[in-house]
């Protein structure tokens, strides 16, 4: 009779078997998951870097031409009061 039976340990190390298995394959998928997510976020700060660069660059670009303004309209200002000085 005890040869149909299983014993007490056997069973639990079974169940217990069939559980990690499960536990590994949801660990898997799991960390298939996040490594998804991680590409969609490094991609995502790539992008936001990229903009900031350009955004940067375009800021320095904008200061060089704000001071050419600047240094254009100081000669501009020079000229006018030396055609205009009262001799």
Known sequence: MESNQEGAGE???REFGK???QFIVEAKDAS???EADLKVKF???KVAGEKLKSEVENKERWKEVE???KK???ELNNAIKAA????
Not at 84 to 87: A, D, T, Y
Request: proline residues 0%; aromatic residues 18%.
């Open 19 to 21: 559980k990690f298995d």
């Open 72 to 74: 254009a309209g100081d």
């Open 32 to 34: 298939t998951r996040v």
């Open 11 to 13: 069973k639990f190390f």
């Open 67 to 69: 001071a050419s303004l």
């Open 84 to 87: 205009f000085k009262k001799s």
């Open 43 to 45: 991609e995502e700060l």
